[in-house]
């Protein structure tokens, strides 16, 4: 298939392979933000192809695994409401609240429905005018565009049936506070590519001097990632701490004005808590005052419930590249995929999911 | 205090399937993966106990006298009901069919229960009949008995097909995991994933290129054409939810041997793939209706390879993998990139990613 199986070339692979231990001198750890990065390098086990110096430390990127259990809850609140259509992407509905998942509220008899564009839900709200239709809208940077646009589309159609649960996060924020605790000792990080798509890299180069941390935006193919890796290695070993892009094909500099236009009309920075993570200061978006009346969280009651951390679950320390998947006492054993201990089982973005369908019990 | 009727179906078992996962029947549940399969192995398997059934083929294998029959059962409750490449009533003839030739049987009889939805179309009911009878005449099987029932609007969903067939087996065929063995050589009739993104881009909306269509055909033909020519098939299973990758954990887990499979030899149409690639599944576990997977010994595998290819549901047939010694009940694949990894079974069915 045309542009990518050119990125899964084998031969080429194996050229990358060899030259970064022809350069690499000494041990470091690397962070791939992003989950479907981590997915990549477990499906094709890129870790055959790396020098054993290197230590991929898998990131917070995944996002439905760190959307707060709050959240959850709520939707899950909402969906069991006779007037309301709870509508999220397929991923989310597998994700854990305190007591249950969005699949279970609708074997409850919740109203639960998936969609492949947030633009779905508001179709949905204009086939159902006499029903509350509630977006719950997750995800970072590469959804918040297309997210906004539904907001705004449904504010053309004039609909008064339209909500969002807005639990959107930010990349550059949670990066800033994983370097800035020093809990995690990264040699070089490896950008999630369609963030920096949507976003450009001018964020990056403000981390990268901040913290003296050579940056690469990184795409999600073999190659991709194979070649990324070879740059942050050649700027680790020359001791430089640029901001490069190997995922040039898509992003540039500057990003996509269009999208950070609609991103910037429609939301606006919040502090928000990562699940397992905790607060970070203006790490999330919400819906700007203009849009308030298609907020959720402002138009409907909730009650006052106490979230439930479920135990036995060290998805936190792996959300911040901590502890990897495996040295969990939980891994494979409680939690599975079947019932999940913690979100980064669930999502196809987790790392203990990857772990769990690519890596388990290979001799 | 219990009133009579709630002893007599106090039989002193307690329900199986672990009530920590879930107190409910999920969509999960019949979504072909690991769910579906505790149900099955936990639930049905131990309250219908008998011989036939606890083998999980996909038909019971019953030595009546001297005359082997096969005997199955499937419900077809698929959304969109017309889709491009067949509609609920081929699909419902011919995975009954499959799932008879996979046993090594000659299909012969097939019952039809349909259950309807008040208010659905006649006409298109008919469309439906006529399919059903299209697909019968092309595998040679009769639709002998059948049962219609009708439920109140909103308790069904248009229309939702039950068949059953029964299949002769000759007295030569013994299709069975237990006999396969390490350097068994596993070969599929053609490309996958078909069926499954077909649905789903009707379901959907979403268009493609060029249209994809339904694989949804009869596998009889082809089966018995490889029987003839071979005494050495193992075994046979046709592919449907749950895709390639749950048909192989499958067979590696009840033949107690590991499976190797590559990559690159698994035949995936260019559409299919870009399907699958923006919605973030893997082909291996989308589900196809007229795939099947032949486990047959080395020295024979050249020769079924070519009857298959000779077969108008085989011209794409491939050998894509072995059973080996190693990693028993174990999938691994050799991926296109020259890695090897796990190919493990899925919970549930695959949901599209996020972003």
């Known amino acids: 298939m045309k542009y990518i199986d050119e990125y899964r070339n084998k031969e080429l692979i194996r050229i990358i392979s060899d030259k970064i231990r022809s350069v690499l001198t000494k041990q470091i750890s690397i962070m791939e933000i992003c989950g479907g990065q981590t997915h990549t390098i477990l499906k094709y086990n890129l870790e055959e192809f790396l020098p054993a110096k290197i230590n991929l430390i898998h990131g917070p990127g995944c996002p439905v695994c760190v959307t707060p259990i709050d959240y959850i809850d709520k939707a899950i609140e909402l969906s069991m409401k006779d007037d309301v259509i709870l509508v999220s992407f397929g991923d989310m509905l597998r994700v854990p609240g305190s007591e249950k998942d969005l699949l279970s509220a609708r074997a409850n008899g919740g109203n639960v429905r998936m969609v492949y564009s947030p633009l779905d839900s508001v179709k949905i709200a204009s086939e159902n005018p006499d029903t509350k239709v509630v977006f719950f809208a997750v995800g970072f940077e590469t959804t918040a565009p297309a997210n906004a646009r539904a907001v705004i589309e449904a504010d053309r159609l004039g609909l008064i049936n339209y909500y969002m649960l807005c639990s959107h996060m930010l990349v550059p924020p949670a990066i800033e506070a994983l370097m800035s605790n020093n809990k995690v000792k990264l040699d070089g990080l490896l950008a999630a590519g369609h963030v920096c798509t949507v976003m450009g890299l001018r964020e990056y180069e403000l981390l990268s001097e901040k913290f003296k941390m050579p940056v690469v935006a990184m795409g999600f193919e073999p190659l991709d990632i194979m070649n990324a890796i070879y740059m942050v290695v050649n700027q680790i070993e020359e001791n430089r701490f640029d901001v490069e892009n190997q995922y040039s094909r898509t992003v540039t500099r500057e990003g996509n004005a269009h999208a950070i236009e609609i991103i910037n009309k429609v939301f606006t920075k919040e502090d928000r808590e990562w699940r397992g993570i905790g607060v970070i200061k203006n790490s999330g978006l919400k819906l700007r005052n203009e849009y308030s009346k298609y907020d959720a969280l402002l138009n409907f009651d909730f009650e006052k419930k106490e979230t439930m951390v479920i135990g036995n679950c060290i998805a936190g320390e792996i959300l911040q590249g901590l502890n990897k998947p495996a040295q969990c006492s939980s891994f494979g054993k409680e939690c599975k995929p079947e019932h999940p201990l913690g979100a980064p089982m669930v999502s196809s973005e987790g790392a203990c999911a990857a772990y769990f369908r690519y890596k388990r019990s290979k001799n | ?355």
Not at chain 2, 20 to 45: C, N, P, T, W
Not at chain 2, 64 to 81: E, G, H, M
Not at chain 2, 102 to 126: D, H, N, Q, T, Y
Request: proline fraction near 4%; glycine fraction near 10%.
């Open chain 2, 1 to 355: 205090m219990k009133t009579e009727n709630e002893n007599n179906i106090n039989t002193g078992m307690s329900c199986p399937v672990p009530i920590r996962d879930y107190k409910q029947i999920l969509m999960a549940h019949g979504g072909g993966g690991s769910l579906s399969h505790q149900l099955i192995s936990e639930l049905f398997v131990k309250v219908f106990d008998n011989p036939a059934l606890n083998l999980q083929h996909d038909g019971a294998i019953l030595d009546i006298s001297s005359t082997k029959l096969a005997f199955t059962t499937d419900s077809y409750v698929i959304n969109p009901i017309f889709f491009p490449g067949g509609d609920i009533g081929s699909l419902a003839v011919n995975g009954t069919v499959n799932d008879l030739s996979v046993c090594g049987a000659k299909p012969l009889f097939i019952s039809a229960g349909f259950i309807i939805e008040e208010g659905f179309r006649i006409e298109e009911l008919w469309k439906i009949s006529l399919s059903m009878k299209q697909a019968a005449d092309d595998a040679g099987v009769q639709i002998v008995t059948g049962d219609t029932k009708v439920v109140e609007k909103g308790k069904g969903d248009k229309i939702f097909i039950n068949t059953a067939g029964i299949g002769i087996i000759d007295n030569d065929v013994n299709i069975s995991p237990l006999n396969c063995k390490p350097g068994d050589v596993i070969i599929i009739n053609g490309s996958i994933a078909e069926h499954g993104i077909a649905i789903l881009s009707k379901r959907e909306g979403f268009e493609f290129e060029s249209e994809i269509v339904s694989d949804c055909c009869p596998l009889n033909g082809l089966v018995q054409n490889i029987l003839t020519i071979s005494k050495n098939i193992r075994t046979m299973r046709d592919a449907t939810r749950g895709g390639v990758a749950t048909v192989l954990n499958e067979i590696a887990m009840s033949s107690n041997l590991g499976i190797v499979i590559e990559e690159n030899k698994i035949p995936v149409k260019d559409n299919v793939k870009s399907g699958c690639e923006i919605l973030g599944f893997d082909p291996l576990y989308v589900a196809n209706e007229g795939k099947v997977l032949i486990i047959v010994s080395t020295e024979d595998a050249e020769k079924v390879l070519q009857v298959m290819k000779n077969h108008p549901y085989g011209n794409d047939s491939a050998i894509i993998g072995n059973l080996v010694e190693e990693n028993p009940g174990m999938v691994v694949m050799k991926t296109i990139v020259g890695t090897t990894r796990v190919v493990d079974m899925l919970s549930g069915e695959q949901l599209p990613r996020i972003c």
